[in-house]
């Protein structure tokens, strides 16, 4: 019975810990958009 009162709480923390890791990983690449698309002969607005 302890799972099933904790499950929401549970669920908002992965939920939450996904989002940060989902930007922490969009932030890390961003300063090399402009290299790669030089690299791949791509726009921005492509990638």
Do not use: C, H
């Not at 549970?10 to 300063?31: D, E, H, K, Q, Y």
């Amino acid at each position: 019975m302890g799972l099933i009162r904790m499950t929401k709480w549970r669920t908002l923390l992965l939920a939450t810990v996904g989002f940060n890791f989902s930007f922490l990983i969009w932030f890390s690449f961003a300063p090399f958009t402009g290299p790669m698309a030089d690299e791949f002969g791509l726009s921005l607005a492509e990638i």
